[in-house]
């Protein structure tokens, strides 16, 4: 009897204002060493104005990426970055490898969150931030969302030609995310080993508030595999090799 190929591959889940374009030295390094890279465009990143689209499509969006991988076989790591990790906490618990017990299924094996807020059951995004906006978040009346100054928040640590390129990509988000009930679902890192890649130079999403995201989960009795790296923000901009080695530590761990 020959054995079963195991598929794997690696899921993207871009944050707010950022497009896969943004995370194609990220995409280029893991493809080079031969890992199939998915990262689609989430539809609240389509600079719609005013907005067309609620967290719940960029949810649908992925479990239909996630249900169509499971169906031939594939084991996926997910990487999720900042607004990533809401969507990818409330729409992978359906997933988890094996799905039903059928081992040649495929599912998310692991997931990595970089930079990133990580829900609880039932919580808003808004309500892990206290309750509003970060001060740095300027909001329309139309609805949209634009940051105060991307440069500094997003890209502190990059040179200013990519800061400028960077910056050109950037779409608009909005208000809406930040308050919507994600809906009814089991929390993600609950069901499958779970890691935190902490950015320390990272002035949007602090390190002390990555690291008080960590606790949360960790009091609920689950274990976090940290990582650290001294990027800001966007490491996949940044250090793209130190983020391809964390995924590979964490893809060799299954």
Known sequence: MTARKII??????????HVPYHYRKLIAGLE?????????????????????????????????IVSSEVAKGTQLTVLAHSYGGV??????????????????????????????????EGETLAQLCGGSLPPFVVAHEDGSLDVDDPAYYFYSDLPDNEV??????????????????TGRWKAVWRMVPTSYLICEGDTALVPPAQEMIIGRVKAEGIQVREFRCGGGHSPFLSMP???????LEVMGSR
């Open 87 to 120: 969507i990818a906490t409330a729409a992978l618990g359906d997933f988890v490898y094996p799905v039903n017990g059928d081992l040649a299924q495929g599912g998310v094996t692991n997931i990595i969150y970089m930079a990133s807020f990580m829900i609880m």
């Open 8 to 17: 794997k591959a690696v899921l993207v889940i871009t944050g707010a204002w």
């Open 32 to 64: 080079e060493k031969g890992i199939r890279t998915i990262c689609p465009c989430l539809p609240t990143n389509n600079n719609a104005v005013p907005p067309n689209k609620t967290v719940l499509d960029d949810i649908a969006l992925i479990r239909d």
């Open 164 to 181: 400028k390129e960077s910056m050109k990509m950037l779409v608009t988000h909005q208000a809406a995310v930040h308050f919507t009930n």
């Open 241 to 247: 090799e130190k983020v391809v080695e964390v995924v």
